[in-house]
């Protein structure tokens, strides 16, 4: 069974790969826009296509003779047009059976998030069409965007920022990438079994930010603290920030703001559900990355 994997080049797509290669499955494409860059992530072991969102030419040669095909949607100001061409191009073509979405826990018609509110609207396209299976993968918050999204800050001041703690009220089910690409891995591979289902992703506790910040001065080996913002000045603060897109900021404030909302808060037994052990630990994830 040949597997494609869009999005392979970033955290969860290359999480994706990984599982796939450490399972013993090489039959597996993936579509990237840097074809050279996926090249050189994954060397010989995958076949690499060319692919561009941008370019609706490009999806169904990426898609044609793949039996099970893995999204992973970039963050654009609009993912439900191209979202939904590659979905009819691939219940257009004759060897597509299963399509794996990712989108997250966060998402839904009322998210607090922009993206989470396209994100249901391509779930629910791709549940109602016709001619293949689905399964939509779902995690919450990820424990790696500590020290993707927020390391700048904790170098540069010793603290990360975020929503209020409200006394101990807000806490996020933190879910570790790894355990991701294994589950996206394991429903490829497993096929049927899966298809119907939504897995709700999370890690096997929820933390305060501040507890996170004790387990990140652990593993840094400097203090680290976390600094909660009323929602308002904290989206003004992503506004005013040269580097971000404005269609990036409601995301991200919209992910502080779901925590106080209780949002990310809820735990699920489903990374066990697929892999049949228990999802990993915020001090696992930061053992296993290493200093």
């Not at 609706?56 to 040669?61: D, G, S």
């Not at 990140?216 to 680290?224: D, F, N, S, T, W």
Request: glycine share 10%.
């Amino acid at each position: 069974m040949k597997i494609l994997v869009i999005g392979a080049t970033g955290n969860s797509g290359g999480a994706t790969v990984d599982a796939l290669l450490e399972n013993g499955n090489g039959n597996v494409r993936v579509a990237a826009r840097d074809a050279g860059k996926a090249q050189e992530r994954f060397g010989a072991n995958v076949e690499v296509v060319s692919f561009d969102w941008e370019k609706p030419e490009t999806y169904r040669t990426a898609l044609d003779g793949v039996q099970s095909c893995v999204i992973v949607m970039p963050v654009l100001p609009d993912i439900v047009t191209p979202g939904k061409a590659l979905l009819d191009a691939a219940a257009e073509t004759e060897s597509v059976q299963h399509v794996i979405k990712m989108s997250g826990t966060l998402c839904g018609p009322e998210s607090p998030l922009p993206i989470g509110k396209e994100h249901e609207v391509l779930d629910q396209y791709l549940m109602n069409l016709d001619g293949v299976g689905w399964t939509s993968v779902r995690p919450t918050l990820f424990m790696t965007n500590m020290l993707i999204y927020q390391l700048g800050a904790i170098e540069e001041t010793g603290a990360f920022y975020g929503a209020p703690e409200e006394d101990g009220k807000v806490k996020s089910a933190y879910v570790s990438v790894k355990d991701l690409g294994e589950v996206m891995a394991t429903v490829a591979l497993e096929g049927e079994k899966h298809y119907g289902q939504s897995y709700q992703l999370t890690g096997p506790t929820a933390l305060q930010d501040s507890e996170v910040a004790a387990l990140l001065a652990g593993h840094l080996g400097k203090p680290v603290s976390y600094v909660g913002v009323p929602n308002e000045p904290y989206t003004k603060s992503l506004e005013d920030n040269p580097y971000i897109p404005d269609f990036l900021v409601g995301n991200l404030a919209g992910a502080e703001y779901a925590k106080t909302l209780g949002l990310t808060a809820p735990v699920t037994t489903d990374v066990k559900k697929v892999l049949g052990r228990d999802a990993e630990t915020f001090q696992e994830y930061l053992a296993r990355i290493g200093s």
